[in-house]
């Protein structure tokens, strides 16, 4: 299927790792790059350790994505490192960046009740305004850590908190938009089938996949086999994928008729 572009997502932390918290982060970024007509092709979990992201961001680099996103580790503390090792993997130093630490003392400004935020701007806050050379501060209107956008090569890489509240308010403001601007119209075909078991159906839809490869085909069981309840789904990305998507729904519907199986479809279309 024609992919619009594609994403990598690097998720740091020791936390996600070790099963401590659920990476919420990831499924959200995935239907968020979904929705506005790209694929995430890959997600990597990495622990709080330079070596680990540095490693992560050079070999996702190498595969030349759209978009490469990080979550995690920008806050205060001393395994916030992300930037760091993103500095590393980038060969550029890690430096203050003036724009970030303007946004840094008007979060604390607004958090400290008329307190003199230069006063509240210790060296772990500072650390907060530690962008690696070359980036653009992304301002954060839920939290205090701004994040990190930087062109490299043909590669974004925008540099994200790992607080779920943070992370969806600062990609819904300052990244959905940039990757909106490449969308492709997208339809989705689903037709929910009922009374051919999926195993018997599989050849077919494999043989719609290979018929039609600008298009993502999957079928989805619902309940167990012997209900013989699944969703065939056909998603389609620019003109000539949704005409495939099209195509495919009217032989599967013909198909379908042909064994005498009743199912229902209906169409979702964004632009």
């Not at 495919?248 to 042909?258: D, N």
Request: proline share 6%.
């Amino acid at each position: 299927m024609s992919a619009g572009f594609s994403v990598i997502i690097v998720s740091v932390g020791n936390e996600l790792l070790n099963g401590r918290t659920a990476n919420t982060n990831a499924q959200w970024l995935g239907q968020e790059v979904y929705s506005l007509g790209g694929t995430v092709r890959r997600v990597l979990m990495v622990p709080d350790e330079l070596p680990a992201i540095e490693e992560a961001v050079k070999e996702c680099l190498a595969r030349g994505p759209d978009w490469l996103v990080t979550t995690g580790g920008l806050g205060p503390t001393y395994d916030d490192v992300t930037l760091e090792g993103v500095s590393l993997a980038l060969g550029v130093l890690l430096e203050e960046n003036l724009e970030a630490k303007e946004m840094v003392l008007r979060s604390l400004s607004k958090l400290n009740m008329g307190a003199d935020p230069r006063s509240l701007f210790t060296p772990e806050r500072a650390k907060m305004a530690r962008l690696p050379s070359g980036s653009i501060p992304l301002s954060n209107p839920v939290g205090t850590a701004p994040g990190a956008l930087v062109k490299v090569g043909g590669t974004w890489m925008a540099c994200l908190p790992g607080v779920p509240a943070e992370m969806k308010a600062m990609f819904l403001e300052h990244i959905g938009p940039r990757m909106a601007r490449g969308k492709l119209r997208t339809l989705t075909v689903e037709v929910e089938v009922v009374g051919v078991p999926e195993a018997v159906l599989a050849p077919f839809v494999l043989k719609l996949a290979r018929t039609h490869p600008s298009i993502y085909v999957k079928s989805h069981p619902r309940g167990s086999e012997e209900e013989s309840k699944l969703v065939v789904q056909l998603t389609g990305r620019g003109e000539k994928g949704v005409a495939d998507a099209l195509s495919a729904k009217a032989e599967l519907t013909s198909y379908l008729e042909s064994r005498g199986a009743s199912f229902m479809s209906r169409e979702l279309e964004s632009q």
